[in-house]
């Protein structure tokens, strides 16, 4: 999806800080990469041009189908040839069959028709019923029932056999496989009967003719028959009985082996009885052959007994003397037999147990061989091998194969070892590849040298065919180990991998198509067999596997072209398509070819240029410029075009139709990317139209927007027709996808949707910023123009905003915003906030970030017109809505400023309280900012004098005192002027020694003017110069104070205790001038050196960097002015003696020599000092009690200069001084007086010289009338 995010910015006049730039923008312009140029300057013509929708059908071989859907693995159903390990240390029953042996009834006699039999015994059974019980032959009779029950049973067998395998042959045959079902169950049922007919007429003889001659071979034969029928009891009974009543008879060995048997069988479930079956044979053993038949196969059956119960060479030796006896009685019936089954049997044994390095010395002997013969001796070799590897003994199999190669030299089966040789080290060496890899090189040489020699036929056929099915299945399971198979994922393990590959190309090397068809794969269905072609299939799969995109394609190409009508020529040509397909898919990965190029309707185009351009020096190249095909995409389009030329999917065909969009999606984007507009513009197109039930079909229809916007805008010419098309197509679109009333079943998504609704809302966003903007121009139309952009929002947002949830994709919340920022553009801020309020109630918009921005613009809206409980309101709510917002705690600080200017100090004192706990660590600035405008407000409160005034100094010294570690992270400025209002507050509670301790602070802050200013300036990098300068204003007022109340400090000790010295006498001339030259002298010689030093505290206040305060300097000259003035009117409380008081003449000379002595003080010391301080007062326009009592002693004395005209001005205090006060000192520019160079009536240096008497203010001037020298003194007899 795309997120159509245009950010161009613009300017709204009327914001609550100007300057401050719009947060969302509408959209940009309509097309990427810049501005679309005038509709009537472009030539108008078709937009996309037939000829770009036509696929070109570039494939030249004629598949017979082309397979669409995913790739089709290789059928590899064969595994590699992993050996079975078998369990020989445990054998069944024996292999060599000793029933000829133990039954000598069989021999001689002819087999006969079961029909001949019954009929026979039907005669006989008549002749016996008819016998008399005496009558001598009557014996012979029933043996002979017996016998002829046997044979009829042996019959039986035979019948129930051949009707077992032509049953079984029968299998697809249900009617015949009845008929010889029932036939076999005719024939047991037989067997059963005629075999209890044998023991009853046995046992009838047993019975009645104990002295019958033959009576122990009748014994013999009834025990064998109850153990035909498994009844073991009786037949065991029946031996014993035999071997107690006929010791000497020659079936004594017979029944002792028969009973060995009985214990053989019984010891499978009962250990015990191996005990007593080795001694039944040992028994055999005592009668000798060769008239003891039996001897060698109780040696046989003695060597599984041995092997059963872990005596493996006793086993061994039994074997060995079983088949020596053999070879020294073949005539005896049954040695070859017992021959054959026991050469057969030892090498089972003696492979489990013993090595190969004696087996060739041990078999020898055994194996038939005559003297310069080994033919049977390395047979016997080889199956020992085989032994080795069924058993597991892979070490001692490979041993055995080298000592063969070695030994049968030219043979016929060397080419076999060498492939036993190779299946023992693919079993030893499962893990160990490279091993097997040059056991397979060994045996392809070992291949070629016996195929090139002289050797049968039949042996090169079978060398070949084992050889290659070794190698083939080895390799493919390499190949299914990495690759995986049947939903098992593979290892990915690089050697299989690599191993795979290179005996795929020894198997496509060595062998031709034609021959390799001969071998059989017996581990497979025959169907499943591989082939050259199959193979030369896996190698690209593995290729593919391998993500070799650029090597897979060509490969699978190769096995197309090998045979185009072949079974797996359309997967192959498939999977060669997919490689392509790949090679783009790796540069398109997460999806990425779902994303346009950024030139999407309304969309600003931010793609960066990719490396591959930078390398190419192409970055700089406009990103609708068409570029050449890369051979790479040459390919892929030429595999695209193959498919879609054979693929036509027919509606139905759901998995086909799948297919064929992904491909024409896939083609369509190369030419995409390769900014072949035409061409994307056909394919996306065909496929947003045609298929809009599939996934793609959205993307494409998106694809096919950008392409067709693109070819509008940067086409040569630009391609007028397109506008109007894509104002139609996106219509349609809309209505083909995401309308309710679509007949097609579209699988677009909800997000889909709205993504190419946003299209169609970003196109009409387009024309209410072009309103804006238009506005933004000014006019006098202007701010009706941001009322109409305003309105065109606001109708977007109606439109598709408020039908259920808002969808966040549609920027609703942007709508609503910009609407308010024009109307507020457009100063209509009452419909501002009202469309704020629309914001705030939206349901869907609460958690967008916007909302919260107009929280706090409401705010700023409601205290533009002076609403300041609601501007408050408003504040406090954005701050709780959002706590670490960007304007978070200046909305917070902003109320508790507003609430104070209301009077709500509850409210107030809560948010400063909340301002200090969530900002105080993060803000300290800020956070000692609020708490210091609280306690300023409590000290303008208290400085106003009323009833509470002592609780308001109270309140204000408890915030400061609380917010003292604020403070102390809080610019210079704020410290200093906080130190400043505490230490005023201890002064009105009395707490004196607190409050000098604060002034002090304040003092010793301002030691490095240079340096403070720098860090408040730093303090402050956002504010402007202006609000710097004020900042740096109120700090030096707040040092100004503390320099005043020092100085205060030391014209109360210094000055204010220096009273005039009060006359008490008789008023005579003589008392009064020793008053005078004593009293009167010390107190001006204490006096004005006193004066002279406290105005030296009083002008360090002039001397402050980079400019002195102009409040302070006011008290300051105030002081100084009165000083010097209250000097002059004691000294003209001088006593006068009671003669001169009655003379008018005296008295008037008296004081008029006081006023001219006095008179330079007056006008040279206090008259400068205060007219300064009245002066400063009115060019500042600030007035107290200081300026005002300077303005009436000037008045009282200089009449003529100076008038008290009260209408003129206000009371004093009329501007309030403090860092936060509600109006400010200011110049007649208007600017803070702090800052303004001071206007003085004298120079700094001429006024600071009127604070001190000078070398020339000596005191002869009072002495002059304590001493009379003057000529009018001396006239009058002074």
Not at 338 to 354: M, N, S, T
Request: hydrophobic content about 35%; charged content about 25%; glycine content about 6%.
């Amino acid at each position: 999806m795309w997120a159509v995010n245009p950010m161009n910015k613009f300017m709204f006049d009327g914001l609550r800080n100007t300057g401050k730039k719009w947060v969302v923008t509408a959209v940009g312009a309509l097309l990427c990469c810049g501005m679309v140029a005038p509709l009537e300057a472009a030539e108008s013509q078709i937009c996309v041009a037939p000829v770009a929708s036509q696929n070109v059908c570039a494939e030249t071989v004629p598949l017979k189908a082309f397979s669409p859907g995913q790739m089709e693995r290789m059928n590899m159903q064969t595994v590699a040839p992993q050996q079975q390990k078998k369990d020989f240390t445990k054998p069944g029953a024996p292999t060599v069959d000793v029933s000829a042996q133990r039954d000598e009834r069989k021999k001689g006699m002819a087999a006969r028709q079961r029909s001949l039999l019954i009929a026979e015994l039907q005669q006989t059974e008549n002749l016996f019923k008819n016998t008399s019980k005496k009558a001598p032959d009557r014996v012979t009779i029933a043996r002979r029932l017996a016998e002829t029950y046997v044979e009829l049973e042996n019959a039986a067998f035979r019948d129930k056999i051949n009707a077992e395998v032509d049953r079984d042959k029968a299998r697809n045959d249900q009617k015949l496989a009845a008929q010889k079902e029932t036939l076999v169950n005719q024939a047991g049922a037989v067997m059963k009967a005629a075999n209890r007919n044998a023991i009853r007429y046995y046992a009838l003889i047993k019975d009645e003719y104990s002295s019958y001659s033959e009576i122990d071979q009748v014994l013999y034969y009834l025990a064998y028959e109850y153990e035909q029928v498994n009844d073991y009891e009786h037949a065991q009974k029946t031996y014993e009985e035999l071997v107690a009543k006929a010791p000497k008879s020659k079936w004594i060995p017979s029944a002792y082996f028969a009973l060995g048997e009985l214990s053989f069988f019984q010891a499978q479930s009962n250990p015990a009885q191996w005990k007593v079956a080795l001694g039944y044979y040992g028994k055999v053993l005592n009668y000798p052959p060769p008239e003891n038949k039996l001897y060698g196969y109780s040696l046989y059956k003695m060597a599984y007994v041995f092997w059963n119960t872990g005596r493996e060479d006793k086993a061994i030796e039994s074997f060995k003397k079983a088949i020596t006896y053999a070879m020294e009685y073949p005539q005896v019936s049954g040695s070859s037999q017992l021959l054959d089954g026991g050469r057969r049997d030892i090498l089972a044994v003696y492979a489990v147990h013993r090595t190969a390095a004696g087996a060739y010395r041990f078999f020898r002997p055994l194996s038939g061989d005559g003297v310069g013969s080994a033919k049977k001796t390395l047979s016997m070799l080889n199956d020992l091998g085989q032994h080795y590897l069924d058993t597991g003994r892979y070490e001692e199999a490979i041993a055995m194969y080298r000592d063969l190669i070695a030994r049968d030299k030219g043979g016929d089966l060397q080419c076999m070892y060498s492939v036993h040789i190779a299946e023992a080290t693919i079993a030893l060496q499962a893990r160990r590849k490279d091993l097997i890899a040059a056991s397979f090189e060994s045996l392809l040489k070992q291949y070629r040298e016996f195929n090139n020699a002289s050797h049968p036929t039949e042996a090169k056929q079978e060398c070949a065919n084992r050889t290659a099915v070794l190698i083939t299945e080895t390799a493919m399971s390499w190949h299914i180990e990495a690759v995986g198979s049947s939903g098992r994922p593979g290892t990915s393990d690089p050697q299989a991998i690599a191993l795979a590959t290179q005996f795929y190309k020894r198997i496509l090397d060595t062998w031709k198509p034609q021959e390799f068809a001969t071998f059989k794969f017996n581990n497979v269905r025959e169907e499943d067999w591989p082939t050259l072609h199959k193979i030369k299939y896996a190698a690209a799969d593995l290729l593919y596997f391998q993500k070799q995109w650029d090597q897979c394609g060509p490969a699978f190409d190769e096995v197309v072209m090998d045979d185009p009508k072949g079974v797996d020529a359309p997967e192959a040509a498939f999977a060669s398509l997919l490689c392509y397909q790949n090679m783009y898919e790796r540069s398109h990965a997460q999806r990425s070819d779902r994303k346009g190029a950024g030139c999407f309707p309304g969309q600003k185009n931010t793609n960066k240029p990719s490396e591959k351009e930078k390398r190419k020096g192409s970055a700089n190249a406009p990103k609708w410029q068409s570029v050449a095909l890369t051979s790479n995409q040459i390919r892929m389009i030429r595999a695209f075009d193959r498919y879609l030329c054979y693929i036509n999917p027919d509606s139905a065909d759901k998995r086909t139709q799948e297919q064929w969009i992904s491909i024409q999606y896939a083609r369509a984007r190369i030419y995409f990317e390769a900014r072949h507009w035409e061409e994307a513009a056909a394919g996306f197109k065909e496929i947003a139209f045609r298929y809009p039930d599939n996934e793609a079909g959205i993307f494409a229809a998106q694809l096919y927007l950008e392409s067709i916007n693109v070819l509008a805008s940067h086409g040569t010419p630009p391609r007028t027709a397109c506008f109007g098309e894509m104002e139609t197509d996106v219509g349609q679109l809309l209505a083909l996808y995401c309308s309710n009333s679509s007949s097609k079943s579209s699988t677009a998504t909800p997000d889909q949707c709205s993504g190419l609704t946003r299209v169609h809302i970003d196109l009409q966003r387009m024309r209410a910023q072009q309103t804006i903007e238009l506005a933004d121009k000014g006019g006098p139309d202007a701010l009706s123009t941001y009322e109409k952009g305003a309105g065109m929002y606001l109708d977007i947002f109606h439109q598709y905003c408020q039908q259920g949830s808002v969808n966040s994709d549609y920027r609703c919340d942007e709508l609503v915003y910009n609407a308010a920022r024009a109307y507020q553009a457009g100063r209509l801020l009452a419909k501002a906030i009202a469309t704020r309020m629309i914001l705030l109630n939206t349901k869907g918009f609460e958690h967008s970030p916007l909302v919260k921005s107009a929280v706090y613009e409401i705010g700023g809206n409601f205290q533009a017109i002076a609403v300041y409980d609601q501007a408050a309101n408003w504040y406090e709510r954005y701050q709780h809505m959002d706590p670490h917002g960007k304007d978070a705690e200046r909305a917070l600080s902003d109320a508790v400023l507003l609430r104070l200017g209301l009077g709500d100090e509850e409210k107030a004192l809560d948010d400063a309280t909340h301002f200090r706990k969530t900002y105080g660590q993060s803000k300290p600035l800020q956070a000692a900012s609020v708490v210091f405008a609280v306690s300023l407000h409590y000290a303008k409160k208290a400085e106003k004098g009323d009833k509470n005034s002592l609780f308001n100094w109270e309140q204000a010294r408890a915030n400061l005192t609380r917010g003292k570690g604020l403070f102390a992270k809080a610019p210079p400025d704020v410290q200093i002027q906080a130190h400043s209002i505490l230490a005023r507050a201890y002064t009105h509670l009395h707490w004196d020694p607190q409050a000098a301790q604060e002034y002090a602070i304040v003092r010793g802050s301002w030691k490095d003017p240079n340096a403070l200013v720098q860090k408040i300036n730093q303090a402050y990098p956002s504010e402007t110069e202006e609000q710097r300068q004020r900042r740096i204003g109120k700090t030096l007022d707040a040092v100004g104070e503390a320099l005043f109340q020092e100085a205060e400090k030391q014209k109360k000790a210094r000055v204010d205790v220096l009273h005039f010295p009060e006359y008490r006498g008789p008023g005579t001339k003589d008392s009064v001038l020793k008053h005078i030259n004593t009293k009167v002298k010390a107190w001006i010689t204490k006096k004005i050196p006193a004066i002279e030093k406290v105005s030296s505290f009083y002008t360090k206040i002039l001397n402050l960097k980079p400019e002195p305060p102009p409040r302070w300097v006011i008290a300051a000259g105030s002081r100084v002015g009165f000083m010097w003035g209250d000097l002059v009117d004691d000294f003209r409380r001088a006593p006068i003696p009671e003669a001169w008081k009655k003379d008018a003449e005296i008295r008037g000379i008296y004081y008029d020599a006081l006023d001219t002595q006095s008179e330079p003080i007056k006008a040279n010391k206090a008259k400068p000092a205060l007219v300064t301080c009245l002066n400063y007062s009115l060019k500042f326009q600030y007035f107290d009690q200081m300026s005002r009592s300077c303005e009436e002693w000037l008045a009282k004395n200089y009449k003529a200069e100076y008038h008290v005209i009260d209408e003129l001005r206000g009371s004093p205090t009329l501007a309030n001084p403090g860092i936060e006060g509600i109006l400010q000192p200011v110049g007649v520019e208007g600017k803070p007086a702090f800052m303004t160079t001071l206007f003085l009536p004298l120079t700094p240096e001429q006024w600071r010289s009127t604070w001190h008497v000078g070398s020339d203010s000596s005191y002869a001037w009072f002495f002059q009338l304590a001493f009379p020298r003057m000529n009018g003194a001396r006239s009058h007899g002074l």
